[in-house]
Nanobody
Framework: QVQVVESGGGLVQPGGSLRLSCVASGNVFSSANLAWYRQAPGKQREVVAQ??????IYADSVKDRFTISRDNAKKTGYLQMNSLKPEDTAVYYC?????????WGQGTQVTVSS
C-alpha cells in the first residue's frame, strides 16, 4: 500500500519562501502522477500544481511563483513556493496516483502572515 507524508509547512512572512516535501513509500513513485493541492478554511480543495504524464501544470494563482518537482531516486516530490502571499495560507496536500492507486497525505499547514 502506497503512503505519502508531507513536511515543510510553517509560518512565513509575505514575500517569503517555503519548500514542501512529499515522501512516498513503496515502489510506484517513479511511474506515478504527482500533484499538490491546498485547502483554505471555508474553501474547497484546489489543485495548485501537478506533474501529469510528464507535463507540468500550474494553477493561474501560483504560476511563476511555485515550482513542482520530483526526485524519483528519493521517492520524493517537492513544491517550492516563492513570493508567498497571505492568500496562499492553507493546508497543503500531496496526491500520488496511478492506474491502481490514489493516495493522499495528511497535509501540512502553510500560514503566510506578518
Amino acid at each position: 500500500q502506497v503512503q505519502v507524508v508531507e513536511s515543510g509547512g510553517g509560518l512565513v512572512q509575505p514575500g517569503g519562501s517555503l519548500r514542501l516535501s512529499c515522501v512516498a513509500s513503496g515502489n510506484v513513485f517513479s511511474s506515478a502522477n504527482l500533484a499538490w493541492y491546498r485547502q483554505a478554511p471555508g474553501k474547497q480543495r484546489e489543485v495548485v500544481a501537478q506533474i501529469y504524464e510528464g507535463r507540468t501544470i500550474y494553477a493561474d494563482s501560483v504560476k511563476d511563483r511555485f515550482t513542482i518537482s520530483r526526485d524519483n531516486a528519493k521517492k520524493t516530490g517537492y513544491l517550492q513556493m516563492n513570493s508567498l502571499k497571505p492568500e496562499d495560507t492553507a493546508v497543503y496536500y500531496c496526491n500520488l496516483w496511478g492506474r491502481n492507486f490514489d493516495t493522499w497525505g495528511q497535509g501540512t499547514q502553510v500560514t503566510v502572515s506578518s
